[in-house]
C-alpha cells in the first residue's frame, strides 16, 4: 500500500486523479474486510497531505459517495472507516466542506439506527451550514429536534426549534412542515405549556397524511396535555372539543376525561390509573414558594383537628391540576366552603387551600370571593355557565330571559326549578314516542 502511494506521489498532477480513484475501488471491492479501514485511512490522510485541493476534493468525493451507497455492508466497518475520515478531514473543513457536511449526515444515520438519539444529534450540530440553503438548514434543525427529544433533552432542543421557526416559510414541503408542527405539540408538551400542547396535538391528529395510529396517539396525547393544564375557561374549551370528538371514546383516558368535562370530582383511585401512563416529564415535581409556604401556615390552629391535612400544596403537575380541577368542580356544588372543608376535600392544609383558591381567582380561573374573618370562601352564584358548554362545545347559543328578582339566590333557585321541569319534559316527551306512556284521556 505504501510503495503504490510513493508511485502515485510522482505522477504528473493529471493522472493523479485516476490513480487515486482506481486505488479507492480496489481497496472497497476487498474480500479481506479487516484490512479496509486502515487502507482508506493511509489513502485519505495522503490524499489530503500530497495531492492537493483539487484531485482530493475528486477522490473524497468519490469515497464519500461510495460509502453513501453501501459499498461497505457491514455496519461497524463502515461507520469506523466514517469517523476515521471525519476526524481527518474536519481540521481542513474549509477546504473540505461539502464532503465534512455529507460524512456528517451518514455518521447521524448509523447512529440513529444504534438509536444513539444525543449522539446523532451531536453529529448535526456540528455540520457547516454556510452553504446549506435555507431549506436544508431547517430540515437539519428540525431533524435535530426530534433526534434531542427522544433522549428528553427539551432544553437544548428548544434552542434548535427556534432557530428552525425562524426558517419555517423556506419550504413548502408538507412532510417537513408536518414534522415541524410536532415538534412545536412536543415542544410546549416539555415547557409544560400543557395547553397549547393539547391544541396543537389534536389538530395534528386530524390531518389525514398522517397514520390512523399515530394519529391516534396524538389524540390521546392531547388529552393526557387537557388534563394536566390549569383549570379554568380555556382549558374547559379544550376538553368540550376533545370530549365530543367520537374517537375520544376508544381511549384508556377516556373515564377522566369525561370526569373533567362534567366537573364531577376526582378520586385518588382514578388519579393513580391515569398517572402510570404518564411520561416522565409530566411527572415532574414543583416547588412551593416561599410565599406561598408562609401562606398556608396561617391556619395551623387548625391542626388540632385530627383529620386536617398538613400538606402545604400540590407536589407534582398531576397533583396540581387535579386539585385546580376540584376546587372549581366544588364551586358547581356549593355556594361557599370553609377553608378546612376546603383543604378536606384537597388533601390540603386549611391555609394552602386558601392559597390555591385566591391564586385562582387573582387569574380569573375561578369566580368568587374570600373571607378571611370566616374563614369561607364564596363562589359566585350569579356566574355565566362556562363557554365550553355552549359555543367553543357545539352547542350553539342559548339564549334565556331570565326575570330580575334583585336576589342572586332566588334567579339561581329558580334557574334550577326550570332547568328541572326541563329534562322531565324531554324524558317524557321521549317515552312517549316509544310508546312507553299513554297520554291521559281529556274529558269535556
Not at 116 to 135: F, H, K, N, T, Y
Not at 173 to 202: G, N, P, W
Not at 420 to 429: C, K, L, R
Amino acid at each position: 500500500m505504501d510503495s503504490r502511494l510513493t508511485q502515485f506521489a510522482a505522477l504528473n498532477q493529471k493522472d493523479k486523479a485516476p490513480a487515486y480513484l482506481s486505488l479507492v475501488s480496489e481497496i472497497l471491492a476487498r474480500q479481506n474486510q479487516s484490512l479496509i479501514a486502515p487502507d482508506l485511512h493511509t489513502l485519505v490522510e495522503t490524499v489530503v497531505q500530497d495531492a492537493g485541493i483539487v484531485v482530493g476534493r475528486q477522490v473524497l468525493s468519490e469515497l464519500v459517495r461510495n460509502l453513501g451507497t453501501r459499498s461497505i455492508s457491514d455496519h461497524n466497518l463502515r461507520k469506523r472507516v466514517v469517523e476515521e475520515t471525519l476526524s481527518t478531514l474536519q481540521p481542513r473543513i474549509v477546504s473540505y466542506e461539502e464532503q465534512v457536511n455529507s460524512l456528517r449526515f451518514q455518521l447521524a444515520d448509523l447512529l440513529e439506527t444504534e438509536e444513539e438519539w444525543s449522539e446523532a444529534a451531536r453529529v448535526l450540530m456540528g455540520i457547516s451550514s454556510r452553504s446549506l440553503p435555507d431549506e436544508e438548514k431547517f430540515r437539519v434543525n428540525i431533524r435535530i429536534v426530534r433526534l434531542l427529544l427522544e433522549d428528553e433533552d427539551s432544553v437544548q432542543a428548544e434552542t434548535y426549534y427556534n432557530r428552525a421557526a425562524s426558517l419555517s416559510n423556506s419550504t413548502s414541503d408538507r412532510v417537513t412542515q408536518l414534522q415541524f408542527k410536532l415538534c412545536q405539540a412536543r415542544i410546549s408538551d416539555y415547557a409544560r405549556k400543557f395547553l397549547e400542547a393539547a391544541m396543537r396535538y389534536h389538530e395534528l391528529s386530524w390531518l389525514a397524511e398522517i397514520d390512523e395510529e399515530e394519529r391516534k396517539e396524538m389524540l390521546s396525547a392531547a388529552v393526557t396535555c387537557a388534563v394536566l393544564a390549569p383549570a379554568g375557561p380555556n382549558r374547559s374549551r379544550v376538553l368540550a372539543s376533545l370530549y365530543r370528538d367520537e374517537r375520544s371514546a376508544d381511549l384508556p383516558s377516556y373515564n377522566i376525561l369525561s370526569k373533567m368535562f362534567l366537573d364531577h370530582i376526582l378520586r385518588p383511585a382514578e388519579i393513580r390509573t391515569f398517572e402510570e401512563r404518564l411520561r416522565p416529564h409530566q411527572l415532574a415535581r414543583i416547588a412551593i414558594s416561599s410565599n406561598d409556604q408562609l401562606a398556608s401556615t396561617i391556619d395551623d390552629d387548625d391542626f388540632a383537628e385530627p383529620s386536617t391535612s398538613t400538606r402545604r400544596g400540590p407536589s407534582t403537575v398531576l397533583d396540581r391540576a387535579v386539585m385546580e380541577h376540584n376546587l372549581l368542580a366544588s364551586s358547581k356544588i356549593y355556594n361557599n366552603i370553609t377553608f378546612r372543608g376546603l383543604g378536606a376535600l384537597l388533601d390540603l392544609a386549611p391555609g394552602a387551600a386558601e392559597t390555591m383558591a385566591r391564586k385562582m381567582i387573582e387569574q380569573g380561573r375561578l369566580k368568587g370571593s374570600i373571607d378571611q374573618v370566616d374563614k369561607l370562601i364564596w363562589f359566585d352564584a350569579a356566574r355565566e355557565e362556562d363557554d365550553a358548554q355552549g359555543k367553543a362545545g357545539g352547542l350553539g347559543d342559548v339564549e334565556q330571559t331570565n326575570e330580575d328578582t334583585g336576589a342572586p339566590f332566588t334567579k339561581r333557585w329558580d334557574l334550577q326549578i326550570r332547568m328541572t321541569a326541563a329534562n322531565v319534559e324531554t324524558i317524557v316527551q321521549h317515552l312517549a314516542e316509544k310508546g312507553l306512556v299513554q297520554q291521559p284521556a281529556v274529558t269535556a
